[in-house]
């Protein structure tokens, strides 16, 4: 016998307790007799420490009450040889796994899957006993364990693989729970192509957590060949189109890519992809309908995993929005800078409008955000109504620029301004120093450092400001701060040539591209989501919507109780309610397409966590020693204890029914 | 050892005289180590009959001078008596279980047996009739007064035999000796007295008036009456066996009074039931014991 967890040995100590207790005596162990009680009194009685334990029997079964309940934590366990533990004739539960993963459509992988598992099946012996699992993204156990091999015949023909990734770490966890409820000794034959990329980060969760002998049944044949389409996407500036190419096979190939839009083949390009390599394709802007728009992209030839050779990109055509750039001078060059870059993001479909004062007609709420070329120009009366627009929900960029250089307060945010020491003589310039390009204002925005910047007004940075840009002075350059319920980027140098060249740098354009973008909510042109993940109806603004999968059925319809759908489907998801409708597009997991398999060596070591095939019946741990199992006293321990609780509390019972002077 | 010798006063402690196995030698030891030292008492010639002249010595009573003797020859005589039966004592003697405790190495039964047997031989040998009652809470003993031969050998025997019984009822002696003593006498009880003053002033007060003079003596350990305890205590009634936990403060201050207001208790009843109280502490030699006797037989006779 061994205990899987000595330290709760330590649990014995407290054996003290009532051995300390049954010491304490209220009888005064200093006895005299005396003539008569008839003039005496009793006192207070004195607890005392008796040398001698009371109530024997009482103490030893509150000892053992404590001694099992310790050793019931310590987890004993006794390991019984494979005779003792297994049952007689041998018989084994076999585990088949299928890999439901998207890589199991490479080919006819499939088919091989399914000549594996009825190998398996026809292998099976006497009273052994089969059970069926199909592992993709979920684990979905096909019927019960059992000897019927037809009808697990027949439950293997309906299995078929799914789109998702399959990660074996997962796998092994997951398939813990039908190893523990087994009732007898477990073979796990795992039907795969064994991907490369399914193996988890650390090997160790590859250990089934308990005994099962692992077989795995290697389905691929020689090398595999793939190219895929790894990545699709759109300029949010140029509306350019790109496409990137992968090969998984050794030698260079030569595809031809096709783009689609709404079904209809808008462009189609040559590239020669080198071996396990890759090529990107690049298509223009395309002429976008109204609403979303299903743009595709397509390899051909095809390959024996179609799955990848296509993706997927839903593209929103914008309704056009305005935008009010607040100048002092209409004809200036900050508002002409800042107007000409807006007006090249044809994707965003901007209309920008330069007028000296925030005041007047159309109101400030008919523009999707404002810019504010030099807020020190603002009077207090405009200061405040940009605030206020800006606390209602609207969206700012706001600038200085020479007239901000005697403030002291920054209008509509308040901010405090100091004066910079290291700049201002117009002589020493300052390149950009650190860019947060993670924040969505500054995503894909390169070339930003080529800027010079010879002034800037110093923002004193509260909590509220993120600072998503630096010079590298450390002076603050770009900073995000909420107000109310909207938002004010704040550019502290000029948006003209006066403080700064960046006006005039190529990377001013994209710059104001991502700020326009992210003024606009963020929300992009273009909508993906992750295969696996869920979709929400509330999420994308929809108080009420259906939802169609790519097969075009409804995967949520109206009044369901849940706003959730599962995106289980490569394709085009699309989301109709409220007189419009959204297009969300799904792609295959790139990991996938990469059918390297796993190494004969990591194979081998994976199969030596379980148990060996000459112990197969007998189930073991794989931590431990293989030719015996551990075997639980736990449950034993605890009727134990309970048949001792019940025994010590009518001992204890009866005690203090002497002690009240009960008849008993 | 022979009738007269004498006996160094020391001798007639308890503790001296509880090594000694015998008895009657004990109420021998102490009768006439007491009457040695009489000489100078006035308790010589409580009889009536005359026994011889002496010289007068310095320290006799003078009462006892014969007078006519001195006219006649100008020496002075004292002029003794020898006693003679004139009356009869029944000694009562608790045995219960409270009289075998004791603090040191004689209990209070011990001492009891020790003052019946020396109170039944002081007797007998001024051939006063001699009786004895042993009790508890029932009669273990009884013999009749009498005046017969051997009848003190009898009474020591049986006072020897008595040991510590079980609880007391005062009543049981008083009414056995009601229904079979008659005529007037002398009764001396030796007890413990633990027992309601109030219903031993009932038991007593019959005897009264009957006519017999009864002389209580109450014997208690030192350890009853200032009892000293270093720490509390688990205290059994050695009657009863039922347990008490007593605190050290308890025994050195209140006990002590509630003992007090009992034996000043008893001392009333037994003044009121016309019967004398003596308490005795069994630490005390036997002779003073014996010489309240004596004041209270001489004051009855």
């Known amino acids: 016998m061994s205990l899987l967890a000595p330290a709760f040995l330590l649990g014995l100590l407290a054996i003290g307790l009532p051995w ?101 099946l026809d292998d099976l012996r006497g009273e052994d006993r089969a059970q069926i699992v199909l592992a993709g993204r979920q684990f979905e156990v096909l019927g019960p364990a059992t000897t019927d091999v037809a009808a697990l015949r027949q439950t293997l023909n309906t299995a078929e693989p799914g789109v998702f990734r399959l990660e074996y770490g997962q796998l092994m966890r997951s398939i813990d729970g039908l190893i523990r409820t087994a009732e007898l000794p477990v073979v796990l034959d795992l039907v795969t192509d064994a991907q490369a990329t399914g193996l988890p980060t650390r090997f160790g969760e590859l250990a089934p957590r308990r005994p099962a002998e692992i077989v795995i049944h290697d389905v691929t044949d020689g090398a595999a060949e793939n190219w895929t389409v790894d990545s699709f996407g759109a300029s949010a500036v140029t509306g350019e189109l790109s496409a990137s190419v992968r090969s998984f096979a050794p030698d260079a190939a030569t595809r031809t890519v096709t783009l689609t839009q709404n079904g209809r083949t808008v462009g189609e390009q040559t590239v020669d992809v080198p071996g396990h390599g890759r090529a990107d394709v690049s298509f223009p802007a395309l002429q976008l309908a109204s609403g979303s728009n299903r743009v595709e992209v397509a390899l051909s030839p095809g390959d024996d995993l179609t799955g990848d050779d296509r993706r997927y990109l839903a593209i929103k055509r914008p309704e056009p929005r305005k935008v009010l750039i607040v100048a002092a001078d209409a004809d200036g060059r900050g508002p002409l800078f800042t107007s000409a870059a807006l007006e090249t993001l044809t994707t965003l479909a901007l209309t ?79 390149a950009i120093g650190e860019v947060d390009a993670t924040h969505p204002a500054l995503r894909g925005v390169d070339e930003l450092r080529a800027a010079n910047f010879v002034r800037s007004v110093n923002v004193e940075k509260t909590e509220a400001d993120s600072v998503l840009m630096s010079l590298a002075d450390g002076t603050p350059l770009l900073l995000d701060r909420a107000l109310g319920n909207g938002r004010v980027l704040l550019f ?26 992210y003024l606009l909510g963020g929300a992009g042109f273009t909508s993906e989501a992750a295969l696996g993940s869920t979709l929400s109806v509330r999420a994308l603004g929809f108080a009420g919507a259906q939802i169609f999968d790519p097969s075009g ?70 931590t431990s020693s293989t030719d015996r199992v551990p075997t639980s006293l736990g449950p034993l321990l605890v009727m134990l204890l309970l048949m001792l609780v019940v025994v010590e509390s009518l001992v204890g019972n009866w005690h203090l029914r002497i002690r009240r002077g009960v008849a008993a | 050892m022979p009738a007269g010798s004498a006996i160094p006063q020391h001798l007639l402690e308890p503790e001296t005289l509880a090594g000694l196995a015998n008895l009657d030698l004990v109420a021998r030891a102490v009768v006439n180590g007491f009457l ?49 039966t004139n009356t009869r004592l029944v000694i009562l003697l608790d045995a219960s279980a409270s009289m075998g405790y004791g603090s040191g190495k004689v209990s209070k039964l011990l001492y009891g047996k020790f003052l019946a047997a020396t109170l039944a031989y002081l007797a007998a040998r001024q051939h006063d009739a001699v009786g004895l009652i042993v009790f508890d809470d029932k009669i273990r003993e009884h013999r009749r007064a009498s005046t017969r031969g051997g009848r003190l050998s009898g009474v020591l025997h049986a006072i020897d035999r008595a040991q510590p019984g079980t609880g007391t009822d005062m009543r049981i002696p008083f009414e056995r000796f009601h ?73 050195s ?17 037994a003044m009121r039931a016309g019967a004398d109280h003596r308490l005795v502490n069994i630490t005390e030699p036997l002779d003073s014991v014996l010489r309240s006797y004596l004041l209270f037989r001489q004051r009855r006779g």
């Not at chain 1, 008796?50 to 404590?66: D, F, H, N, S, W």
């Not at chain 2, 209580?216 to 720490?231: G, H, I, N, R, S």
């Open chain 1, 352 to 430: 920008p409008t330069v007028r000296a004062s925030p005041l007047g007609d159309p109101p400030l709420l008919d523009y999707s955000f404002v810019v504010v070329t030099d807020v020190g120009q603002l009077d207090n009366a405009q200061a405040a109504a940009i605030k206020e627009y800006v606390e209602n929900g609207g969206r700012a960029l706001v600038a200085t620029g020479p007239r901000s250089s005697s403030l002291t307060t920054l209008p509509i945010t308040g901010q405090t301004l100091r004066t910079n020491p290291q700049m201002g003589s117009g002589q020493a310039s300052v």
């Open chain 2, 36 to 84: 040695t030292g009489m000489h100078r008492s006035p308790f010589f010639g409580f009889s009536q009959e005359f026994a011889e002249y002496r010289a007068y010595a310095e320290g006799d009573d003078p009462r006892f001078v014969d007078w006519n003797v001195f006219a006649r020859t100008d020496r002075t005589y004292i002029k003794r008596y020898i006693g003679e």
């Open chain 2, 253 to 269: 201050s209140k006990y002590r009074d509630r003992i007090g207001e009992h034996i000043e208790a008893l001392h009333k009843s």
């Open chain 2, 179 to 251: 229904e079979v003593e008659h005529g007037r006498g002398l009764v001396a009880v030796i007890s413990d007295f633990y027992c309601d003053p109030d219903a031993l002033l009932k038991s007593v007060q019959p005897l009264a008036y009957q006519g017999q003079d009864v002389i209580l003596f109450q014997l208690l350990d030192p350890q009853e009456l200032k009892p000293v305890l270093k720490e509390s205590a688990l205290i059994e009634d050695m009657e009863s066996g039922q347990t008490m936990e007593v605190s050290p403060i308890y025994m």
């Open chain 1, 20 to 120: 300390w207790l049954h010491r304490l005596s209220s009888t005064n162990p200093n006895k005299q007799k005396f003539s008569s009680l008839m003039f005496l009194e009793p006192g207070e009685p004195r607890r005392v420490l008796a040398k001698q334990v009371q109530y024997l029997l009482l103490l030893a079964l509150r000892i053992g009450v404590l001694a099992l309940l310790a050793l019931a934590f310590t987890e004993p366990a006794i390991w019984r040889t494979p005779q003792a533990a297994g049952d007689a004739d041998g018989a084994r539960l076999h585990l088949i796994v299928l890999d439901g993963s998207a890589s199991m459509n490479y080919g006819d992988r499939w088919d091989s899957a399914r000549a594996a598992a009825n190998d398996v």
């Open chain 1, 553 to 622: 059925d409804a995967a949520l319809g109206l009044g369901a109780g849940s706003d959730d759908v599962l995106l289980d489907q490569v394709g085009f998801y699309e989301v109709v309610g409220g007189g419009t409708s959204e297009l969300v597009a799904v792609n295959f997991d790139p990991r996938e397409s990469d059918l390297a398999p796993v190494d004969a060596t990591t194979l081998e070591r994976w199969k030596g966590l379980g148990v060996r095939p000459g112990e197969s019946a007998t189930p073991v741990t794989v």
């Open chain 1, 492 to 517: 502290t140098s000029s948006l003209d040539r006066e403080w700064n060249d960046l006006p005039v740098q190529p990377a001013f354009v994209p710059l104001m591209a991502g700020i326009a973008n």
